[in-house]
């Protein structure tokens, strides 16, 4: 769709120029504005590409702080149950 409308957009203004200044000045003038309608469609477009790809980077650091929040209670639940453990163990066995 952007393309069509810059290819439309450029043939228009250098049918204009065409018809007011002459064909040189036509084309001159219609290949520096479609040039510039290209510049700003890239760049539109890698602005859109850089939003999408900032959005996947802070989904993914949620999901690494999540993940990592996580695993430190995993570890705080298993030095725990190793410490009971030992004190079952330690109290549990019969001296003799």
Do not use: C, Q
């Not at 002459?22 to 469609?41: D, E, R, S």
């Not at 650091?61 to 410490?83: F, H, K, Q, Y």
Request: zero cysteines.
């Amino acid at each position: 769709m952007t393309k069509a409308l810059v290819t439309a957009h450029t043939l228009l203004l250098i049918g204009m120029f065409w018809s007011m200044r002459g064909p040189v000045t036509g084309v001159a003038a219609g290949g520096a504005y479609g040039g510039f309608h290209i510049f700003a469609v890239a760049t539109m477009s890698l602005a859109r590409s850089e939003s999408r790809a900032r959005e996947d980077l802070a989904r993914t650091n949620a999901e690494l702080t999540a993940t990592r929040e996580l695993l430190a209670e995993n570890s705080r639940v298993a030095e725990r149950l190793r410490i009971s453990r030992d004190l079952h163990d330690t109290l549990g066995s019969p001296t003799i």
